[in-house]
């Protein structure tokens, strides 16, 4: 079983559930005994903050075999388990709290679940875990590693920009961030409207498409069609026209090259047309690095005060009350690895006006956007354009609110860190990025396993 949660996608798993060679409840199971092995001993990962009360969560996973035995399906990911980033609001009565990584909120409670969330268990999902925001490639991270060693094929977080791709390619992971605005973002703690919104990872393509389309429908009870990304997959790279930044000027380290190049020669080899190098515009131009320091800094003291209306607490209600928390509880919130706050006092004492903000989201839409990806992949008729994902990309995506997603391409010979390639394109073309994730799934090798896993 042990093999089989590390390598099977939430496709596969459901192939047996469908066979009757798995039940959720056998599932859930020996998803715990994972974290339990990996989290509480052994690497100790620390991914998870929480897990429900395994008698409630046994009882979930029960009632939906019934379900299943009796003929109703909820969907392609009924009975599979899922990890949920610990931002991300989940009702009490699932057995979590939902802690932001803070001590500040740790007997606060929200008053009900996330949009996204309720999506998820009117799907047929499992909520097993809450995700910790430790963030040595992004605030991701827990829920890379989780997806990773098995906790559960799938999770969703969010990204403002670079904390969902980065730990997604570190982990061997599928990662994308949608379009921005394409998420309902009710009951989630974000810093900026502008630049968050709720993505997913996976162990396969097709199981990133049917999460995507989940969390890109406007709410519960949303009759909508459920964007069907898998009609736009290919086996090859026929009819994609590709740009390749430079990878000295966009952080490639020296020993990822190599892949570097053969990637591009490959999907050469295999109908792709690239274009290299393509000069796209970089964070540290034309002022869209100062624009996005604005909107970081302006933004988060508004869209912090409406999420905390989400939650039961009296004493939290602001931003200013969370950095007195902190400056408090400094023996708890400011770890001599970490012994500061100084983002959330950026936010608190910035000096920028409502006409700088709108100043500053105007140089991104011209300078990123019109004058930047927009012009290059017009001039070049791109499709997408790729990169390192170990680079400021990231950056240029959220700068202009397009989709973003990362792809597994090796492992690190000095350590055995996997890495990857990001790709990005313009605004509401989410499903060009489905084009480039099923070629490449289809063309490339399986990802590799990180190999602290195997031991």
């Given at each position: 079983m042990k093999e089989l949660l590390l390598t099977a996608?939430?496709?596969?798993?459901?192939?047996?559930?469908?066979s009757g060679d798995l039940t959720s409840v056998q599932l859930v199971k020996a998803c715990l005994g994972q974290i339990a092995q990996y989290?509480?001993?052994g690497p100790n990962l620390r991914a998870i903050v929480s897990t429900p009360p395994e008698k409630d969560v046994l009882s979930i996973a029960e009632r939906l075999d019934k379900e299943r035995a009796a003929g109703k399906v909820r969907g392609p990911f009924h009975g599979i388990p899922i990890i949920v980033k610990d931002s991300i609001n989940t009702d009490p009565s699932l057995g979590m709290p939902t802690t932001l990584g803070?001590?500040?909120?740790?007997?606060?409670?929200p008053k009900s679940n996330s949009a996204v969330v309720q999506i998820l268990l009117d799907k047929g999902l499992i909520i097993l875990g809450k995700a910790s925001l430790t963030a040595p490639g992004g605030s991701s991270s827990g829920s890379a590693v989780g997806v990773s060693a098995g906790y559960s094929p799938v999770s969703i977080r969010t990204e403002a920009?670079?904390?969902l791709c980065t730990p997604a390619s570190r982990a061997a992971l599928y990662g994308m961030k949608p379009t921005v605005g394409s998420t309902p973002m009710d009951g989630i703690f974000v810093i900026s409207t502008t630049f968050d919104t709720v993505g997913a990872m996976a162990k396969s393509v097709d199981d990133l498409a049917t999460l995507i389309g989940y969390v890109q429908q406007k709410g519960p009870g949303d009759?909508?069609?459920?964007?069907?990304?898998?009609?736009?997959?290919?086996?090859?790279?026929?009819?994609?026209?590709?740009?390749?930044?430079?990878?000295?000027?966009?952080?490639?380290?020296?020993?990822?090259?190599?892949?570097?190049?053969?990637t591009m020669k490959k999907i050469q080899s295999s109908g792709g047309e690239v274009i290299y190098p393509v000069e796209l515009v970089h964070p540290k131009q034309n002022g869209i690095g100062a624009a996005m320091d604005t909107i970081f800094d302006y933004g988060p003291r508004?869209?912090?005060?409406?999420?905390?209306e989400t939650r039961d607490d009296s004493s939290m209600k602001t931003l200013e009350d969370i950095a007195k928390f902190n400056i408090d509880h400094a023996d708890l919130e400011l770890p001599e690895d970490y012994p500061n706050q100084n983002a959330i006092l950026d936010a608190l004492n910035h000096k920028f006006t409502r006409a700088d903000y709108e100043a500053a989201k105007a140089t991104l839409q011209r300078e990123a956007l019109e004058n930047g990806v927009q012009r290059l992949m017009k001039?070049?008729?791109?499709?997408?354009?790729?990169?390192?994902?170990?680079?400021?990309?990231?950056?240029?995506?959220?700068?202009?609110?397009?989709?973003?997603?990362?792809?597994?391409?090796?492992?690190?010979?000095?350590?055995?860190?996997?890495?990857?390639?990001?790709v990005i394109t313009l605004p509401n073309r989410d499903g060009v990025l489905f084009k480039v994730l099923s070629a490449w799934e289809a063309t490339f090798p399986k990802r590799?396993?990180?190999?602290?896993l195997l031991k």
């Amino acid at each position: 079983m042990k093999e089989l949660l590390l390598t099977a996608s939430a496709g596969e798993l459901q192939a047996l559930l469908r066979s009757g060679d798995l039940t959720s409840v056998q599932l859930v199971k020996a998803c715990l005994g994972q974290i339990a092995q990996y989290g509480q001993s052994g690497p100790n990962l620390r991914a998870i903050v929480s897990t429900p009360p395994e008698k409630d969560v046994l009882s979930i996973a029960e009632r939906l075999d019934k379900e299943r035995a009796a003929g109703k399906v909820r969907g392609p990911f009924h009975g599979i388990p899922i990890i949920v980033k610990d931002s991300i609001n989940t009702d009490p009565s699932l057995g979590m709290p939902t802690t932001l990584g803070s001590y500040a909120f740790e007997k606060s409670r929200p008053k009900s679940n996330s949009a996204v969330v309720q999506i998820l268990l009117d799907k047929g999902l499992i909520i097993l875990g809450k995700a910790s925001l430790t963030a040595p490639g992004g605030s991701s991270s827990g829920s890379a590693v989780g997806v990773s060693a098995g906790y559960s094929p799938v999770s969703i977080r969010t990204e403002a920009h670079d904390s969902l791709c980065t730990p997604a390619s570190r982990a061997a992971l599928y990662g994308m961030k949608p379009t921005v605005g394409s998420t309902p973002m009710d009951g989630i703690f974000v810093i900026s409207t502008t630049f968050d919104t709720v993505g997913a990872m996976a162990k396969s393509v097709d199981d990133l498409a049917t999460l995507i389309g989940y969390v890109q429908q406007k709410g519960p009870g949303d009759d909508s069609p459920i964007p069907n990304y898998s009609d736009v997959f290919q086996k090859d790279w026929s009819g994609l026209r590709l740009g390749f930044v430079d990878p000295d000027k966009w952080w490639l380290p020296p020993v990822q090259k190599a892949s570097y190049e053969v990637t591009m020669k490959k999907i050469q080899s295999s109908g792709g047309e690239v274009i290299y190098p393509v000069e796209l515009v970089h964070p540290k131009q034309n002022g869209i690095g100062a624009a996005m320091d604005t909107i970081f800094d302006y933004g988060p003291r508004g869209v912090v005060a409406k999420y905390l209306e989400t939650r039961d607490d009296s004493s939290m209600k602001t931003l200013e009350d969370i950095a007195k928390f902190n400056i408090d509880h400094a023996d708890l919130e400011l770890p001599e690895d970490y012994p500061n706050q100084n983002a959330i006092l950026d936010a608190l004492n910035h000096k920028f006006t409502r006409a700088d903000y709108e100043a500053a989201k105007a140089t991104l839409q011209r300078e990123a956007l019109e004058n930047g990806v927009q012009r290059l992949m017009k001039e070049n008729r791109l499709d997408a354009i790729i990169g390192p994902t170990d680079g400021p990309l990231a950056s240029i995506s959220a700068a202009i609110g397009g989709p973003i997603a990362t792809m597994p391409l090796g492992l690190l010979n000095l350590h055995g860190r996997p890495f990857g390639l990001s790709v990005i394109t313009l605004p509401n073309r989410d499903g060009v990025l489905f084009k480039v994730l099923s070629a490449w799934e289809a063309t490339f090798p399986k990802r590799a396993l990180p190999p602290l896993l195997l031991k």
